[in-house]
């Protein structure tokens, strides 16, 4: 009887074990990675989106989910990251948030193309349209194949997610847009949330079918919340990548640049203006700037550094203002959502205006100056007869004894006299009024 006591506690006591065990583990896996994506979609994105879903994976998370808002970006980041959600071994949740937020171009494929789609009322979705690098409609010639390759790539997302396709193209095509509730309507996406927590209990206990063809239930509601951030160097590359960030660094090294060009040996702004004429270039080699609109912004550093080399009274400065408000324009024209803010590029275009006005009215100013330095220097100052000026002598003036001649009133010894012109080693001097 006692054995059969002791064995039944053991059983108890291992079924407890068990238990245990597997409420342990059922905790470890309902967990979900969220990672943030805000801003133009550029490598350094899709490498942190990839970062997210593989940790997603490798730690058994039961989805990963990405919040996103985004005015589009590069072509060859988006087909990465669409890549990485379609081919990923764990589901991958978009949520377009928050509100206000908004997926466009580049957003649009990487919405449609996630496991489940979601966004919050009152964001919008679309417009994907392709355009040149002017910024107008691509050529007849050009336009037929980049808009069937868009066309068809997003019919294939949209296919293989069991989504609207005719509407999905219409957002390449006709670039539509659509709000969280026509887009819902639409078939688009799958939900509406307004928040990440009411996100996760709609979700519980979805099917979702993986590349591999697996299929997984979601188990979100009470999961386990673990937010991956951007490195600190992913945030660096970030931000130096983002269109108006770009653009300042180009604007400081300009500035640092003709600053050390007008008054060299400063060192610091020039140093300033390498360094963020380096980054400039990073930067916007990344963003695919369009070469004709960074060629204006040169040729506008050009004429306002020619403005101080000549006599144009303003109008290699004016010259340079419309290169540089133009080239801004155009800058990142040739990629969809990725634009320079209208206001900075004025203010930009005023700073300039201001600083070249200021430069070239110090530069007339000092050229209009009386010289203070060497025999043009002399005009004016006071020299001290060191022999009688009747009128010839000789005079002292600034350290030196000078062969002088005496306008007017005859000089005695000791007396001041001005000093009226320098006619190669002989003053022309004039007796000092007495004061």
């Not at 349209?129 to 037929?144: A, F, K, L």
Request: proline letters at 3%; charged letters at 20%; a negative charge.
């Amino acid at each position: 009887m006692r054995r059969l006591r002791i064995s039944l506690c053991l059983l108890l006591a291992t079924g407890a074990l068990v238990s245990l065990s597997t409420t342990a583990a059922g905790a470890e896996e309902d967990s979900i990675v969220v990672i943030e994506v805000e801003g133009t979609i550029v490598p350094v994105v899709a490498q942190y989106i990839e970062r997210g879903i593989e940790l997603a994976e490798r730690t058994g998370a039961t989805a990963c989910v990405i919040e996103l808002n985004t005015p589009g970006g590069l072509l060859t980041s988006t087909e990465k990251i669409v890549s990485a959600i379609m081919n990923a071994e764990v589901p991958v949740i978009v949520y377009v948030g928050p509100k206000g937020a908004w997926a466009a171009s580049a957003g649009t494929f990487i919405t449609l193309a996630s496991h489940v789609a979601a966004m919050t009322p009152g964001t919008t979705i679309g417009a994907a349209h392709p355009v040149s690098g002017d910024g107008q409609e691509i050529p007849d010639y050009q336009m037929e194949k980049i808009t069937e390759f868009s066309a068809k790539w997003m019919r294939t997302i949209a296919e293989d997610r069991g989504r609207n396709i005719d509407e999905a193209v219409l957002a390449v095509t006709e670039s539509k847009s659509f709000t969280d509730t026509e887009a819902l309507q639409a078939n688009l996406v799958d939900l509406r949330a307004e928040s990440l927590e009411s996100l996760m209990d709609q979700v519980d206990g979805r099917e979702i079918r993986l590349a591999s063809g697996r299929v997984v239930v979601l188990s979100t509601k009470d999961a386990a919340v673990e937010a991956v951030d951007m490195t600190g160097f992913e945030s660096f590359l970030h931000t130096i990548t983002d269109p108006n960030v770009a653009y300042i660094l180009f604007t400081l090294a300009t500035i640092g640049l003709i600053t050390e060009i007008s008054s060299p040996g400063l060192i610091f702004p020039g140093v300033v203006g390498a360094i963020s004429l380096i980054l400039a270039f990073y930067a916007l080699g990344v963003l695919d700037a369009y070469w004709g609109g960074l060629a204006l912004m040169l040729l506008a550093v050009g004429l306002f550094v020619a403005e101080y080399f000549t006599t144009s009274f303003g109008g290699l400065t004016a010259g340079g203002v419309a290169a540089l408000v133009l080239g801004s324009i155009i800058l990142f024209s040739r990629t969809p959502g990725v634009e320079v803010n209208r206001g900075l590029i004025l203010a930009v275009a005023a700073g300039a205006t201001a600083f070249s006005v200021f430069i070239l009215g110090a530069i007339i100013r000092g050229q209009r100056r009386q010289q203070t330095t060497g025999r043009e220097g002399m005009i004016g100052t006071i020299a001290v007869a060191k022999t009688p000026l009747a009128p010839r002598g000789t005079v002292l003036a600034e350290g030196e004894l000078w062969s002088a001649f005496a306008e007017g009133d005859a000089v005695d010894i000791g007396e001041e006299v001005t000093i009226l012109e320098v006619d190669r080693m002989q003053l022309r001097v004039q007796r000092r009024a007495p004061r």
